[in-house]
């Protein structure tokens, strides 16, 4: 089947709903997920989404935007940094109108509490800046931008897997998807992609995000030959629940948790003396991994507590019921009595598709765009994180650069034509389907799965060295191998997860292969990206982004300068 | 330890009548019945279905009845079944099952979507660039509801919805309602108080408690809706 839109939005979670409300105001839209939309991970979001109200204390746009770029190691660029600070507070405002459910303070506003690495007057003491509904804050947002595309008429394409970006003379017209329920390809024929399929957390052993975090709209656009930027920043959340990786918002270090080692001791004062257990997420990640090699692990095994017991019952119950409800249901644990056994979770990607303030997708990765293909969210790269996120600072980046992406959308669609569908697209996309179908390898999906998640999580997470980042590589390159040989149990085509499972790992694996290749090339140490044998961060000869391309002789790498306009490049320290 | 699941099978693209597989599989009693359908899939046989994404109770795509109860796969625990014997594991009841566990959710958000008033989520006016000023107590008044992972649990477990009034409109919607009713923000709260007022609307609801006893989330469900009714009863019946 072949539809047509203005323009078609692959991922329903905030990013692609914002711009398809934003859309919908003067265009035809479509969006389409591989889950139900209402399913999105940004509904996975718990602590907050920050902006300078200044509700509870005094706070500025350049205070945030400090914070945002220190946060980021300097790998930030600051003209984007400045957009995201700056329109935070408008976007707050905006979704309040639009009906979310804030929590409030005395005065009848909205509610603001602290988050790591967000600081008043330029790194002093923690400030309260994070705008919350409890600890559902992303769940509430995409809920309510969710009825209000219902009711604005967008069409929602749910359970329709985005296969490949349609693309003619060199100008995106619309996606292949795979329909899970029939088995069948959709064509949908549009002037304008946007691409908001979130992170790839997947590829690691231990992830905070959902099964459907597998990469797909990275490697959408790498395939169609745009570069892949700062993949190599991958941030691992200091509080998973051990073993299974469940997110603990840092909300509850914002209302009072403190990490302990097995001696007891809030160990963070020793790591970052002025915002302790709330420094940013890569500075503490790395703290608990020293813990335990030092021994100090809870019975010096492989996580340490989370010690929510002086928050109170009824505080946690108010601030943090979710979080309270996964310690008990997953742990048997009541938080207010006793302390969360925790270890860092793959949490976000800060490197992805290059981005301009619009969201238009950069063919050079540099300054072209490519016509008519846009991205936002955990999938693009602005770059508004360099090489770590801060808290709070990816719900704000989801409605400030989709709502962008959007209108600059709406406007293109005005100004361009429907190019014509590439030939024979939807017999093309049939044959890769029932090719891969009749695939009978021996190799099975689950094994080389377990492989990958198991290799990049012991050589490519907090902690990387040169040999093992090489042995990760020829591994990663050895299963991609092997994926070709992949066979499939099931051929089935109503609801064939098999065959969604292979598509999605070998998006994984290609990306794992642009992970651990951008990280063995990078020898310094910033941000999230941590190396034993380059343990400084060098500006004189890495303050750049990584630019990975794909070519018929395998990975290229390039670099392009960092964008610092208001604040200097000055030592990270908390 | 190993763990047996009997599990309802059914294509609806081919197979006249539904049948059961068992399975046996590898786990620990605190893992996740949601672990053990992986396994089943990923290990035993690709052909299983159903739906899952975040696999911590939060995205709402694992509803099942689980050994008689409707739940989410991934939130319920092999410990809090009788593992001794065997889990028995079938489709949310009340929508049409198109494969295995996968049941067709449109009776479900076509509900959910059926609360808003023609075309529209309507607050009252503010100034620009200023929120909306809402005391705490204001804002607690529907703080159960906003809980909602849409996950349609309660209505699969509803008797009015299973046995009494197919048509009923069900806990989530109300709840839906319940939220933007009670909600100081919203412009026309009547608006919405007479969708719920129409045939196969809030009054068929008997009180069984169901919702709230299988809801995921803890939502006080029927609480919410009898504080609905009551104000439905105050605004458009009693004469003032």
Redesign the interface.
Known sequence: MIQQYDAVIVGAGIAGLTAAMKASESCNVAVVSK??A????S??AQGGIAASLGNEEEDHWEWHMFDTVKGGDYLVDQDMAEILAREAP?R??EL????V??????????EQRRFGGHTKNFGEAPIKRACY??D?TG??IM?TIF??C????VKIYDELFAKSLLITNKKCCGVAGYDL?TGEMEIIHAKAVMLATGGCGRIFKTTSM???ATGDGFQLAFDAGVPLEDMEFVQFHPTGIRG?G?LISEAARAEGGILRNNSGEQFMERYAPTLKDLAPRDIISRAILVEIQAGRGIDGSDYVNLDLTSIGKKQLQLEL??IA??AK??LGIDPSEAPIPVAPTCHYMMGGIPTDAVGRVLVDGNKKPFPGLYAAGECACVSVHGANRLGTNSLVDLLVFGRRAGEDIAKYVKENSLPPLPQDAEATASKEISRLLELTGKER??TIRDETQKVMMDKCSVFREKKGLEQALNKIRELKNRWENVG???N???????LE?ALELGNMLKLAEVIVFSALRREESRGAHYRNDFTERNDENWLKHTLVFQTPEGLQVSYKPVTVTRFEPKARKY | MEVKLKIFRFDSKGDKEPHYDTFIVEAKPTERVLDCLNRIRWEQDASLAYRMSCAHGICGSDGMTISGTSALACQKLVKDYDYSKEILIEPLRFFPIIKDLVVDMTPFFSREKSVHPEGRIALTPTDEGREHLQSIRERAQFDDDIKCIMCACCVSACPVNLKEDPSYVGPAAILRAHRYIFDSRTQDPLERMRIMDKPHGIWECKTYFKCTEVCPKGIRVTDRILEAKRKILGELHLVK
Do not use: M
């Not at chain 1, 309040?96 to 009906?99: I, N």
């Open positions: 889950v139900y209402s399913r999105s991970h509904g996975a408008e707050i405002i309040e109108h639009l009906g459910p804030f929590s409030r303070n005395k005065d009848g506003k909205i509904a409890s559902r769940r509430v809920d009825d209000h219902l009711v604005r008429g329920a959902s099964f459907a299974l469940i019921s979710e409800s996964f249901t997953y999906i689950a499939l149990t099931y089935g085509k109503s609801y064939n997860y098999e499972d």
